[in-house]
């Protein structure tokens, strides 16, 4: 069965610092990958996501993500985090094979001092 | 650009009393999904609906029911709520095939307290 860690569960950056969020998943083969962002009372957007080719994918609001097959993971990143980017942040996975659950991890909050 | 919507999005119950949370899509979606939220937890998948006709259990199945009345719709039920099942519940759709899976949309949540 798949399932997705976040590790972190908050993290606080100052405004105009670099980010990192990590994320890991476990599944038999490569999944597809996805982050989404939520802000305060709001539904989930999407960040950006991967499913085959380039390890490296770019997304909205200067987001971008590397997928590493040999540490299972799909970490976000950020080289200069602006305050309205605070928010949780989800990784999900979904099996590539006839399976159709997304599975979330537990998200990341983000906090960004100014 | 409706995408995906939700009805109600607030709502209170008493404990035992039912309610139908409803969910609409108009992109054409095959695959829906119903999700509950609560601090820490992240989302958790409650139960899914491959397509039109079909439904699965999630991580999170006991109390709820779910009827996928066609390919756009897809409502959750709680028989009997309990305080338990107080959250935030998301729907979501996405397109689904041999493939693999799109990225999935999301409605605007519904908000549910049960006293």
């Known amino acids: 069965a798949q399932s997705v860690t976040q590790p972190d569960i908050h993290i606080t950056v100052s405004e105009g610092a670099s980010l990192e969020l990590r994320c890991n998943y476990s599944?038999?083969?490569?999944?597809?990958l996805f982050w989404y962002v939520q802000s305060p009372g709001q539904g989930l957007q999407l960040l950006l996501k991967?499913?085959?080719?380039?390890?490296l994918v770019q997304g909205i609001k200067g987001f971008e993500a590397e997928f590493k097959r040999s540490q299972s993971s799909f970490n976000l990143r950020k080289p200069s985090v602006h305050w309205s980017d605070a928010a949780e942040y989800f990784c999900?996975?979904?099996?590539?094979?006839?399976?159709?659950?997304?599975?979330f991890g537990t998200g990341t909050r983000l906090k960004v001092l100014a | 650009n409706a995408g995906v919507t939700q009805t109600p999005k607030f709502q209170v119950l008493k404990t035992g009393q039912s309610m139908t949370l409803q969910c609409a899509q108009d992109m054409n979606h095959n695959s829906m999904y119903w999700y509950r939220q609560d601090p820490g937890m992240g989302l958790r998948l409650i139960y899914y609906?491959?397509?039109?006709?079909?439904?699965d259990k999630g991580e999170v199945p006991n109390g709820y029911n779910v009827s996928r009345l066609n390919k756009r719709e897809f409502s959750l039920r709680l028989e009997s709520a309990a305080p338990s099942q107080t959250s935030v519940y998301f729907c979501?759709?996405?397109?689904?095939?041999?493939?693999?899976?799109?990225?999935?949309?999301f409605g605007q949540g519904t908000r549910l307290t049960v006293v």
């Open positions: 979501a759709s996405s397109e689904a095939g041999w493939w693999g899976n799109t990225e999935a949309f």
């Open positions: 991967y499913f085959s080719g380039d390890t």
């Open positions: 999900a996975v979904v099996g590539t094979s006839g399976t159709y659950k997304y599975i």
């Open positions: 599944y038999g083969a490569t999944p597809y």
């Open positions: 609906s491959a397509s039109e006709g079909t439904t």
